[in-house]
């Protein structure tokens, strides 16, 4: 509590008039309540973060976030939400994608989640075409593989953003971005488990995004003809 008897040794107060004087006290009193109030959500949010496993540092961010962000300052909107990306994703680890992407909480993603991990789920765990001749069983087994292996939840914790773009154009990205880099089914799983957010841009940024990645690709398919690959990009080119 302020005393006024210490607060009057402020030299400012001691020579305000009353009315200032008055003035000077309101506006203390109400940056001390404006401070109380926000300790309180910040020491509740603090606990919060904590109990969910936060470490210090990503909570601090949160509560910087929070400052500007008042529904990161409502414990039982985040529960809530922290709930439902535990519902959705069971195995990822939720404090490294929220310190990763804190909007993934916000009220506009809770509506999209649903719908995005419909879409990557469609996308990793669509059945690998049924290939009669002979010499494409073995692909077809690498490819069977590959898709036990792409753990949805594994690939959002790697990178929470791919959750963040616009998948309305998933498939389509995926077609053709197989088109362009001449690649099968079992080559994009490949890809896709080491940069998954590379089918996730809208359409107009893709192109340019895939061929930032062409190298990588390479990298990863010694066994191809790499002459393939080279005389594509200026058709393409936007």
Excluded at 133 to 155: A, F, G, T
Excluded at 215 to 227: A, E, N, P, W
Aim: charged content about 25%; proline content about 3%.
């Amino acid at each position: 509590m302020y005393c006024l008897r210490s607060l009057l040794r402020i030299p400012v107060l001691a020579s305000s008039t009353q009315q200032n004087l008055r003035k000077h006290l309101i506006t203390l009193s109400s940056w001390r309540n404006a401070t109380l109030s926000e300790a309180t959500w910040k020491d509740e949010m603090s606990m919060y973060w904590k109990w969910i496993g936060l470490n210090d540092v990503q909570r601090e961010e949160l509560l910087t976030y929070g400052e500007t962000n008042k529904t990161y300052q409502d414990k039982a909107v985040m529960e809530r939400q922290v709930h439902k990306l535990r519902e959705l994703f069971p195995k990822a680890d939720l404090c490294h994608m929220i310190a990763v992407m804190p909007s993934l909480l916000s009220e506009e993603m809770e509506s999209k989640l649903n719908e995005y991990k419909r879409d990557w789920i469609n996308l990793f765990e669509g059945q690998p075409q049924q290939q009669q001749e002979k010499k494409k069983l073995i692909e077809l087994e690498s490819q069977r593989l590959l898709l036990e292996q792409m753990d949805l939840d594994k690939l959002v914790t790697k990178n929470p953003l791919v959750l963040s773009k616009s998948v309305a154009h998933l498939q389509s990205n995926v077609e053709r971005l197989c088109r362009l880099l001449q690649l099968d089914k079992s080559e994009l799983l490949f890809l896709l488990q080491s940069e998954p957010y590379i089918v996730a841009f809208d359409s107009r940024r893709s192109i340019h995004v895939k061929f930032k990645f062409l190298l990588i690709i390479l990298s990863f398919h010694h066994h191809r003809h790499h002459h393939h690959h080279h005389h594509h990009h200026h058709h393409h080119r936007q």
